[in-house]
């Protein structure tokens, strides 16, 4: 046990310390990084915006195929739902 904490010390010892100075030119994204994570940003808005609106509509078709079997089950006289097999009595 001992000697695997000396190996972590010498380890330890042995890592240069970073440098206290550094270029900003080279850590900032500058321009170039704002326009694309802009873009990025604009892309996924209106990925978002597509997706809301097709859940939307699908859900409302469920809706009015629901309202439409409903009718058409109250027109022919047969009050209960789908059977057991998924498929509309008649």
Known sequence: ???????FAVIAASVPT???????EL????????VAIALITVAVI???WDMLRRVRRGRYRDEVREDLDAQERERTGDVGGPDDTGAPRS
């Open 27 to 34: 850590v900032t994204p500058g321009p170039a990084g704002f």
């Open 46 to 48: 209106l990925l978002v």
């Open 18 to 24: 970073p440098q206290s100075t550094v270029d900003p």
């Open 1 to 7: 046990m001992h000697a695997a904490i000396d190996i």
